[in-house]
């Protein structure tokens, strides 16, 4: 079974950083796009910032210069360092990849379970 986990969410005061890591495991064949999107009370699922499997990012205005998506050596791991949060960074952070695994022929996309970050002030 193909799962995508995340950790490193919490509690953080304004100003300050977080870590959230996203491992892929399972039986995954080939990794494309890895992503973070977040969701906040009464809001819809946007996306926060993704990499390409060519190395290629993109962020939302809203956490340009704060945050940063990388990868990881091992294969199918993805990284969001975020800094100077502010209180409206506060939301379910979700990992997002596009895979082919054991179930499927082509890409398609993958979520893990969320992680909760709040930001007081």
């Known amino acids: 079974q193909v799962q995508l986990v995340e950790s490193g969410g919490g509690l953080v005061q304004a100003g300050g950083s977080l870590r959230l890591s996203c491992v892929g495991s399972?039986?995954?064949?080939?990794?494309?796009?890895m992503g973070w999107y977040r969701q906040a009370p009464g809001k819809q699922r946007e996306l926060v910032a993704e990499?390409?499997?060519?190395?290629?990012?993109y962020y939302a205005d809203s956490v340009k210069g704060r945050f940063t998506i990388s990868k990881g050596n091992a294969k199918n791991t993805v990284y969001l360092q975020m800094s100077s949060l502010k209180p409206e960074d506060t939301a379910v952070y979700y990992c997002?990849?596009?895979?082919?695994?054991?179930?499927?022929?082509?890409?398609?996309?993958?979520w893990g379970q969320g992680t909760q970050v709040t930001v007081s002030s």
């Open positions: 399972g039986s995954i064949f080939s990794t494309n796009t």
């Open positions: 997002n990849a596009q895979m082919i695994t054991s179930a499927t022929i082509t890409f398609r996309d993958y």
């Open positions: 990499m390409s499997g060519s190395g290629s990012t």
